[in-house]
């Protein structure tokens, strides 16, 4: 059952615990996890039902936290100074030594974060006293939830609890800006601070192509990113075994015979495979590039639940590129 709290503190234990908790922002409702518990990641995705992993936001009680995890240069902090706490999401380069989950940033080299400015949030953050990785409270393709009554009617008993925040400012999210490139700041998504805001602050600001407007520009907007987060050595799916030149990504028993092993879940746990993606693709790429096989096989996974993200993404990193 999902319970209505009212008390951060309580909140913040249940995220400690590996519970989904459910939190006001300034935005809209978040869906939060500890961003340092994969499996507790993994469940966000679960929870809403999402086909697909997408980079989530990281939540901080203030920028100090926030850069514990990531490479901030003069511009992160002179943005942050003018505009957090607030509906403003940065970048960055992911420090090599955060504990963040990968599937958090969903395998990428860098982390969105932001501190939102909604009293009772930074309360829960402040207690939590670990990253709060969180999407919008709602399930996958739905509108995002401005109330706890909304979150509840999307995500009743499939997340520990709902921290009763009152009423969201409507259809205000954050906008996304990438520093992760020292070149130029990109904003990826328009939202709460005006691009003509940031750029008083850090100068010139690349701006997304409107719907319609044409081809995407290059290499910084998210659609794009995402088919870069992939191993370097080929994938084979849906794989029986692997040759002994071969990797192999396992799931569930793994026959003998593979040049490398990495297994997602012995148990066929798709909540687990789905905590372990993101280091499993990334070890048996280190691991074959060391050993000079020549790819990586996949075994089966089923087309329900969480396994519709993760055969989605292993379907992306096989695609030719
Ligand atoms: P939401 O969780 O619904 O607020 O959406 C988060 C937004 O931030 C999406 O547009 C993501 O693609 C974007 N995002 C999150 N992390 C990253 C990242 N590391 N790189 C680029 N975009 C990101
Ligand atoms: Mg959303």
Redesign the pocket.
């Known amino acids: 059952m999902t319970a209505l709290l009212h008390d951060a503190a309580e909140a913040a234990a249940l995220l400690r615990a590996g519970e989904l908790v459910a939190f006001a922002t300034e935005t809209v409702y978040g869906l939060g996890a500890d961003a340092r518990n994969d499996r507790a990641v993994a469940a966000i995705f679960e929870a809403k039902g999402r086909p697909h992993f997408?980079?989530?936001?990281c939540h901080f009680p203030d920028a100090e936290a926030a850069w514990a995890e990531v490479r901030a240069d003069g511009r992160a902090r002179a943005l942050a100074a003018a505009f957090w706490p607030g509906p403003l999401?940065l970048?960055l380069p992911r420090r090599a030594d955060s504990r963040v989950a990968l599937l958090a940033?969903a395998g990428?080299d860098?982390?969105?974060l932001r501190v939102p400015a909604h009293p009772q949030a930074l309360a829960l953050l402040r207690a939590a006293g670990t990253p709060v990785a969180a999407?919008?409270a709602n399930r996958s393709g739905r509108v995002s939830p401005t109330s706890s009554a909304h979150v509840l009617e999307e995500l009743s008993g499939r997340v520990a609890a709902v921290l009763e925040g009152g009423e969201c400012a409507v259809g205000v999210?954050?906008s996304?800006l990438?520093l992760s490139s020292p070149g130029g700041a990109a904003l990826?998504?328009p939202g709460g601070v005006p691009a003509e805001a940031i750029a008083a602050v850090v100068g010139p600001v690349g701006r997304p192509v409107p719907p319609g407007a044409g081809p995407a520009p290059t290499h910084r907007s998210?659609g794009l990113?995402l088919s870069h987060y992939a191993p370097t050595l080929p994938l084979r799916l849906e794989a029986d075994a692997a040759a002994p030149d071969e990797a192999l990504l396992a799931f569930g028993p793994a026959p003998p015979g593979a040049g490398a092993l990495f297994q997602l879940s012995a148990a066929r746990d798709l909540r687990e495979a789905a905590a372990r993606l993101f280091a499993g693709l990334r070890a048996l790429d280190a691991a074959g590039q060391r050993q000079g096989l020549r790819g990586i096989a996949a075994m089966p996974i089923p087309a329900e639940g969480l396994g519709e993200a993760i055969r989605d993404r292993l379907a992306r990193a096989a695609a030719p590129r």
Do not use: C, K, M
């Open positions: 997408n980079p989530l936001i999401t970048v940033g990428l860098t982390l969105a999407p919008s999210e954050s996304v990438d990826l998504r998210p990113l």
